[in-house]
């Protein structure tokens, strides 16, 4: 499977199809609360929103092994650190992709001004940039598949 361009400019202009009424194909989130859910994975990813390791350490090079390859992330899943009645901290919409945007500058800054710094996914262990990347990319894949956003 091919992943979307971890790329902020790329990342927008699928989102612009994006918007307060849209239904997911599956799952139950709104689309607002889908990009605050992006948005949180970004500060995961810069070591804020922090949460525990939630498998065996001895998984951890297996999980890395599927964030490498090119196998789509399982729809429905869920995960004990994105609560689908999460509540929504912007007012609306066009509020969460500004936050997203400026959540992801500021990933960018950290890891070039941090280079060779990791940072916890409770999945997938200590991850350094290029598997935030790659993670981001299947993540916002995945989210945008489930929205219907990828197609430009």
């Known amino acids: 499977m091919e992943f979307i361009e971890p790329n902020l400019e790329v990342i927008l202009q ?12 599956w799952g139950e989130m709104s ?6 859910h ?7 990813a810069v070591g804020k929103n922090t949460f525990p390791l939630e498998i065996p350490e001895d998984r951890i090079p297996r999980m890395k ?6 196998k789509p ?4 899943i869920e995960v004990p650190f994105a609560k689908k009645d999460e509540v929504l901290r912007n007012e609306n919409l066009d509020l969460s992709i500004d936050e997203l945007a400026e959540n992801w500058i500021e990933f960018e800054d950290y890891y070039s ?6 940072n916890l ?4 262990g200590m991850l350094n940039s290029e598997q935030w990347l790659r993670l981001h990319a299947k993540h916002f894949t995945h989210h945008f598949e489930q929205f219907d956003l990828l197609t430009i």
Do not use: C, I, W
């Open 31 to 36: 689309a607002q609360r889908m990009v605050e």
């Open 121 to 124: 996914h409770p999945y997938y």
């Open 73 to 76: 992330m399982a729809k429905n």
């Open 14 to 25: 699928h989102l612009e199809k994006l918007s307060a009424d849209t239904k997911p194909l």
């Open 113 to 118: 001004e941090n280079e060779g710094n990791e």
């Open 65 to 70: 092994e599927f964030l490498l390859s090119d």
């Open 38 to 44: 992006l948005s949180d994975s970004l500060q995961m």
